[in-house]
């Protein structure tokens, strides 16, 4: 019997079996996936937006704002790069920065031309000489806050005068820096080299924080190195986005699992928004530890800082217990006192009706744009002589 | 280039469709030319070292072990593969613990702890070139051609995490023919898409959970204690058996088959049966390369093989690192093995299958194991030994109670989620090919669906790529 030819390896993809196999089917379900991923772009693009409780602004770029209107990132954080050249220029103004979480820019019922309590405050100070622009992000932690803190810092043109930081209890429970955070060190190496240097000069203050930042710097050299290593990786992603929707929307669509993750956490243990969920030891250990360094570094540059308790609905429940959330806010008190840092408990400045709905049920974080212009006239009537005092800035800088 | 990259991919498919459209005689170049340029892309000039170790044991087995008369040219040989691993992996090890030493005897010696890269993969191939001059001295026939053994000693899909492959096990296709078919295309594909699942979306999503239990400084409660390590089990299991499936299915799709290295060990019933089912190609290579030389060597002196047992674990512990807590972890698996093989024997026996009270004591068996696994691996974990004991001793009085102090519900249900996943992994994946056999509309409807299961996975690499990690407002 003659033996059969031997065949070229790579002639089996057009042979049968190759094609009666599985692998014709995933090439297309594959494609179909990416087709389905691109049809979906828009409403991705949307929940997004949802997702960080971004208003009409939120997917402008600041670029195209007309000029004097970008008065807070608009993005969240998630482009803070793209905004951080709108900082007034702190050589010419008094600069007064206000960070904090969502409640800085979540604007309930928002119609257009609505103030945050950023721009409400920079429209009562500009006459005055001041200038007021607003650095926020969704979940803002105190790691995040000292991250703020400190890029500011790391360059003259925004090293503030003034630093307000909004406090919220329960960001007490978050670490890490976000992503976008990361990527803006990674480009900002002033900002990069205050970070190491302030947590190693603090180690011994704040050990577990400073341990803390410099594992999260660890973590992006190490991640920034391999992308260094391989310019040629960037390259090939880069190419991957442009060919597989799958690829361009990979930040939405893990943005949206993690989303149905969350919503099947709240499922299975039944978590709801206003469940009440204890604080986490160890978690609020490091914030609390976060947040006195940031107090502490403000000092040593010259930077007031001014802590607030940020406003919640009276009318709606919220997820804290009563007995902590007490204790937080003495605590906080106290360590302002200490450090002579001026406070105020902005608690119950912002009344039932100027709040908002939130999942169903009244929002007890997010208000409207009335509340933010109660806040800021808030701020203004506690901290008035504080933020437009003349200062020895020139003396200092 | 890592395995996990966009880019590792397209080199893949590239070397894949040359290397088979060369005629046959030309592969091995196209292979050992690709091998290189994939080593000397993270750093090239360690490329060299690859090629001076492979240039020496290649000379040594050929020309050197053969006509030897004694075994001190193979000691010769074996020291000279340990040199390079001894100064890139140990110096700073060595150095600060010399200096300690010192400052305990009243030395005030403080040097320096010099600043070095270690090599890519050192570890991997100094032991196939030890494991290679040992079996050319016990009568192995080496490579005679100098392209042949650089292939063997240098081909990449094992060089950054293993399987540690003997020269007999490849030989064969470096020597001869190699084929191809739909099989092989097939499995080595499976192969490649499982170990980036393993790796991008099992471990690196386990990895920040385990990070945050051991952060230095903090006290951590019994719970996080628990979920942090079982975090880090799970992490580096799925990260190490990743890359080693990433590695078998690449030598696959070249006509190489390398032995499988992990073969679901967290339902290992012994330490012993652990260490048959984890890193398997090392376990080997610690078990004929150190532990058997040293019994034999101590042959007169029965009694003192537990001792050996400890002593090659420890070395197996140094292996995976330079500090204390890799040893004392090694250690603590040498008194485990010892305890299996005495005084809990009978405990970790294996019972014939079937009766109930025998499915108890297997199952017992399993969760003491596992448990023991687990506390082995607080020690690996832990950045020194007095963090070992913080974790450790407050799982064991319960710091905390049930609540956690720094990892949150999501973290405990995600690790939670990712074990149960394992152990019904483990029983589906006998329990599958059996259903499928029974009833062939199983087998049907698992054809149907394989695909699409295919497909899940590839979009789950996408969506949970570190990169596409996105920030998520909904944290409540």
């Known amino acids: 019997m003659p033996s059969e030819p031997s065949r070229h390896p790579l002639s089996m993809f057009l042979r049968r079996p190759f094609w009666t196999g599985p692998a014709p089917w995933i090439l297309l379900l594959f494609l179909a996936s990416n087709l389905l991923i691109a049809q979906w772009k828009g409403s991705l693009e949307e929940f997004r937006r949802q997702n960080f409780l971004l208003g009409t602004r939120g997917t402008l770029r600041a670029q195209s704002a007309p000029p004097g209107t970008v008065r807070f990132d608009w993005s969240a954080g998630e482009r803070l790069g793209e905004f951080w050249p709108y900082i007034p220029d702190a050589a010419t103004h008094r600069l007064v920065i206000l960070s904090g979480m969502s409640q800085m820019y979540a604007i309930n019922e928002e119609q257009p031309g609505d103030l945050t309590i950023a721009e409400a405050l920079d429209d009562a100070m500009a006459p005055k000489g001041v200038r007021v622009f607003g650095l926020a992000a969704p979940n803002l932690s105190n790691e995040e806050a000292l991250f703020l803190l400190l890029s500011l810092l790391s360059d003259p043109k925004t090293r503030p005068d003034v630093f307000i930081y909004g406090v919220c209890f329960d960001k007490f429970r978050n670490l890490d820096l976000r992503p976008a955070y990361q990527e803006f060190l990674r480009k900002h190496p002033a900002a990069w080299k205050l970070e190491e240097d302030s947590a190693r000069t603090l180690a011994a203050v704040y050990p577990l924080a400073a341990d803390k930042i410099l594992r999260s710097l660890g973590d992006i050299r190490e991640a920034e190195k391999a992308r260094a290593d391989d310019a040629l990786e960037a390259r090939v992603r880069g190419l991957a986005e442009e060919v597989l929707p799958v690829a361009a929307a990979r930040k939405d669509l893990n943005a949206s699992v993690q989303m149905q993750m969350f919503l099947f956490r709240n499922w299975l243990l039944g978590i709801k928004p206003t469940s009440k969920r204890p604080v986490i030891q160890g978690r609020h250990e490091l914030n609390r530890q976060f947040l006195q360094m940031m107090i502490d570094i403000a000092a040593r540059y010259g930077v007031r800082t001014i802590c607030y308790v940020i406003p919640l609905n009276p009318l709606a429940e919220n997820p804290y217990i009563p007995e902590q959330y007490a204790s937080f806010k003495e605590w906080l008190e106290r360590i302002c006192s200490e450090k002579g840092v001026p406070f105020a408990n902005l608690e119950n400045v912002v009344p039932s009706d100027e709040w908002g709905i939130f999942m169903g049920g009244p929002d007890f974080k997010h208000f409207k744009e009335a509340a933010h212009r109660r806040t800021a006239q808030a701020i203004v009537e506690r901290f008035g002589t504080i933020l437009d005092a003349e200062s020895s800035r020139e003396g200092r800088r | ?476």
């Open chain 2, 1 to 476: 280039m890592i395995f996990t990259s966009y880019t590792y991919l397209v080199f893949v498919l590239g070397a894949f469709l040359v290397h088979w459209s060369l005629p046959a005689s030309r592969r091995n170049v196209l292979l050992l030319l690709a091998s290189y340029a994939f080593y000397c892309s993270w750093a090239w000039q360690y490329g060299f070292l690859l090629l001076g170790a492979s240039l020496f044991n290649w000379a040594w087995g050929r020309f050197v072990l053969p006509d030897a008369k004694s075994s001190k040219p193979l000691v010769v040989g074996i020291l000279v593969n340990l040199v390079p691993l001894g100064y890139f992996k140990y110096t700073g090890f060595m150095v600060g613990n010399g200096s300690a030493v010192a400052n305990l005897l009243g030395v005030n010696w403080h040097p320096a702890l010099p600043e070095i890269l270690l090599p890519l993969g050192i570890s991997f191939f100094t032991f196939a070139g030890i494991a290679y001059l040992v079996d050319v001295a016990a009568g192995e026939p080496p490579f005679a051609r100098l392209s042949e053994f650089l292939l063997f000693n240098g081909f990449w899909p094992k060089l950054i995490a293993g399987p540690i492959v003997r020269a007999d096990e490849i030989r064969e296709p470096i020597l001869g023919a190699r084929t191809l078919d739909v099989a092989d295309l097939s499995a080595g594909s499976w192969r490649i898409l499982s170990g980036f699942f393993k790796k991008v979306v099992l471990a690196d999503t386990l990895a920040p959970i385990a990070d945050l239990a051991y952060l230095r400084g903090s006290s951590p409660n019994a719970m996080d204690g628990v979920f942090g390590t079982l975090a880090f089990g799970l992490q580096i299991y799925f990260d190490f058996s990743g890359y080693s499936d990433i590695a078998i299915g690449t030598a696959r799709l070249f006509g190489f088959r390398f032995p499988e290295n992990f073969d679901w060990p967290y339902l290992a019933r012994s330490p012993q049966e652990f260490w048959n089912r984890w890193h398997k190609t090392l376990s080997r290579w610690i078990r004929d390369y150190v532990f058997t030389p040293l019994t034999f060597a101590a042959r007169r002196s029965p009694r003192s093989g537990p001792l050996w047992l400890v002593v090659a674990m420890a070395a197996c512990g140094l292996w995976h690192g330079a500090q204390w807590t890799f040893v004392l972890w090694g250690i603590w698996h040498g008194l485990l093995l010892v305890l299996n093989q005495t005084l809990l024997a009978r405990f970790f026996q294996a019972p014939p299958a079937g009766a109930p009270p025998a499915r108890i004591r297997v199952w017992t068996a399993a969760v003491v194991t596992f448990a023991a696994v687990s506390a082995g691996w607080i020690l690996f974990r832990a950045q020194s030994a007095s963090q070992a004991w913080d974790v450790l001793s407050g799982i064991l009085t319960l710091r905390g109670g049930l609540r956690p102090g720094v990892l949150r519900e999501n973290a405990i249900l995600v690790v939670a989620v990712i074990f149960l996943g394992l152990v019904v992994g483990q029983f589906l994946r006998g329990s599958l090919g059996k259903w499928k056999e029974r009833s062939p509309r199983i087998g049907s409807v698992a054809r149907v669906l394989e695909p699409a299961f295919y497909v899940l996975l590839i979009l789950a690499v996408f969506v949970f790529d570190k990169e596409a990690s996105a920030f998520v407002y909904f944290q409540f």
